[in-house]
């Protein structure tokens, strides 16, 4: 048993480790001489321009920033009360609290990663000043990890809403 709650305990945290790198770090579109995501666009390695409201469907980007930091967010709380009830649940009891925060998280990544896979293009097109040089670019590893982070706080949702408090 304190196996199987070391692996949950673990699991957890590499969630939320993937939401934080993925929302953070800036390779959601790369190539080989720039590097995009959510926050801002680096030509050179060092020529970065943050994403304002100058930027043509800027709301599309602040979707995406969001609803990743708001996975972010619930992923950790749902961290939290996972530790509460694993000391304040009675014996027998499922972790359903946890298991509704951390599909919430799932949800929320799973939203913003569709976003930025549906609007990218589009994105792009409209601000060339600022793209030009991107267009040979692919999907980067933030972008990568986001969709992993999903599967994983998929899994560890559908683990809480199985498992249930035992001595």
């Known amino acids: 048993m304190l196996v199987l709650l070391a692996f949950i ?4 945290i590499t969630s939320a480790a993937l939401l934080l790198v993925a929302t953070i770090d800036n390779a959601w579109w ?3 001489e720039f590097f995009a995501d959510i926050w801002k666009v680096c030509v ?4 970065c321009t943050e994403l304002n409201d100058s930027v043509q469907d800027f709301s599309t980007v602040q979707a995406v920033q969001a609803t990743m930091i708001l996975s972010t967010i619930l992923c950790c709380i749902a961290f939290l009360i996972f530790l509460l009830q694993l000391f304040r ?21 799973m939203i913003a990663a569709s976003i930025y896979t549906d609007r990218r293009k589009d994105i792009h097109e409209k601000n060339e000043e600022l793209y030009a040089q991107t267009s040979g670019g692919s999907f980067g590893y933030s972008f990568i990890l986001a969709w992993v982070a999903f599967a994983f706080t998929f899994i560890s949702g559908l683990m809480y809403l199985i498992l249930r408090k035992r001595k």
Do not use: P
């Open 44 to 47: 050179n390695n060092t020529n």
């Open 9 to 12: 305990i673990v699991f957890h």
């Open 89 to 109: 649940l009675k014996q027998g009891e499922r972790f359903v609290l946890t298991s509704i925060i951390q599909l919430m998280a799932c949800l929320c990544v």
């Open 30 to 32: 790369v190539g080989e």
